[in-house]
């Protein structure tokens, strides 16, 4: 079925959708984005994408585009429009194409911003079977660039990331900068020891999870005790356990890095309980 698309104030089948040649994000990848769930076909941290798209926005000078406002209603008219009862939406905003190729950004009075927002719809989001059995990853070299913070259409490194994760036999990876876990290609990371869970802490050098946030804080709610620091792959190696967040993937268990297995290689119980209360948490104020 063809999709509904949401492009600059119109909402189109997704193959009458067009974006110039000349758009910034095709030309320069300058663009920022967010991914937002849905479950029971009701958005998951809007208001937290919201905000840290916004902020992305003013990081890199970018103006907002006119609909800004109304992206709450616009997401829901898509979930409505496309039956979506588990998935998520994407969500793009560009400095546009305001003339020919030029390095220097257009005057924020003259750009027009594109607006891109579509659906994906992913049944058994939720109670996806992976989350069962855990995830593999390996640890590559981060040499991305050092805003990471913001969220950007820059995503090469990440996809070439999860593609030597995915030749290696493993699931995804985690990159290491200065001998310590930064991140996943596209979720946070976390190691459990005892009852600790630890997590690098936010900096320019990751991106501010919106998962993650809401996570953590659900953990301390639950009397687990959270410590914000840098922690070295060997140290994930020995760890009880360890996981990811994200948006797409909630809370995923991680039972192996470098082909060393964590415990007895089942995902840990703190990660599946913070994944059991994410959900009803979410649910609960999904709106």
Same mark, same amino acid.
């Given at each position: 079925?063809?999709?509904?698309?949401?492009?600059?104030?119109?909402?189109?089948?997704?193959?009458?959708?067009?974006?110039?040649?000349?758009?910034?994000?095709?030309?320069?990848?300058?663009?920022?984005?967010?991914?937002?769930?849905?479950?029971?076909?009701?958005?998951?941290?809007?208001?937290?994408?919201?905000?840290?798209?916004?902020?992305?926005?003013?990081?890199?000078?970018?103006?907002? %585009?006119? @609909?800004?406002?109304?992206?709450?209603? $616009?997401?829901? /008219?898509? =979930? #409505?429009?496309?039956?979506? *009862?588990?998935?998520?939406?994407?969500?793009?905003?560009?400095?546009?194409?305001?003339?020919?190729?030029?390095?220097?950004?257009?005057?924020?009075?003259?750009?027009?911003?594109?607006?891109?927002?579509?659906?994906?719809?992913?049944?058994?989001?939720?109670?996806? %079977?992976? @989350?069962?059995?855990?995830?593999?990853? $390996?640890?590559? /070299?981060? =040499? #991305?660039?050092?805003?990471? *913070?913001?969220?950007?259409?820059?995503?090469?490194?990440?996809?070439?990331?999860?593609?030597?994760?995915?030749?290696?036999?493993?699931?995804?990876?985690?990159?290491?900068?200065?001998?310590?876990?930064?991140?996943?290609?596209?979720?946070?990371?976390?190691?459990?020891?005892?009852?600790?869970?630890?997590?690098?802490?936010?900096?320019?050098?990751?991106?501010?999870?919106?998962?993650?946030?809401?996570?953590?804080?659900?953990?301390?709610?639950?009397?687990?005790?959270?410590?914000?620091?840098?922690?070295?792959?060997?140290?994930?190696?020995?760890?009880?356990?360890?996981?990811?967040?994200?948006?797409?993937?909630?809370?995923?268990?991680?039972?192996?890095?470098?082909?060393?297995?964590?415990?007895?290689?089942?995902?840990?119980?703190?990660?599946?309980?913070?994944?059991?209360?994410?959900?009803?948490?979410?649910?609960?104020?999904?709106?």
């Amino acid at each position: 079925m063809t999709r509904t698309v949401y492009l600059n104030g119109e909402y189109l089948p997704e193959t009458e959708a067009k974006v110039s040649i000349f758009d910034r994000a095709f030309l320069m990848a300058d663009g920022v984005y967010e991914v937002t769930s849905v479950l029971g076909g009701k958005l998951i941290d809007f208001e937290g994408h919201a905000k840290r798209l916004e902020r992305s926005l003013n990081e890199l000078d970018m103006p907002k %585009p006119a @609909a800004f406002d109304d992206l709450l209603e $616009i997401h829901r /008219e898509l =979930v #409505r429009l496309n039956g979506i *009862d588990e998935g998520m939406i994407y969500l793009q905003i560009t400095r546009g194409a305001p003339g020919d190729r030029d390095f220097v950004f257009p005057d924020p009075a003259t750009c027009e911003p594109t607006l891109v927002l579509f659906t994906q719809n992913k049944p058994g989001l939720a109670d996806n %079977p992976v @989350a069962k059995k855990g995830i593999k990853v $390996i640890s590559i /070299e981060d =040499v #991305r660039w050092g805003r990471r *913070d913001i969220k950007t259409t820059q995503l090469l490194y990440p996809s070439m990331g999860k593609m030597m994760a995915k030749k290696a036999g493993a699931d995804d990876a985690w990159m290491v900068e200065d001998g310590f876990v930064t991140e996943g290609t596209s979720n946070n990371a976390y190691i459990v020891k005892g009852n600790k869970i630890i997590t690098r802490a936010l900096s320019n050098d990751i991106l501010h999870g919106i998962t993650r946030a809401a996570v953590l804080r659900f953990a301390r709610e639950a009397q687990m005790e959270v410590e914000e620091r840098n922690f070295s792959i060997d140290e994930a190696k020995e760890a009880d356990e360890a996981f990811v967040t994200s948006a797409s993937t909630f809370v995923m268990p991680v039972v192996e890095i470098d082909g060393v297995a964590l415990g007895d290689g089942t995902p840990g119980a703190r990660a599946l309980r913070l994944r059991e209360i994410y959900l009803d948490e979410s649910r609960k104020a999904a709106v």
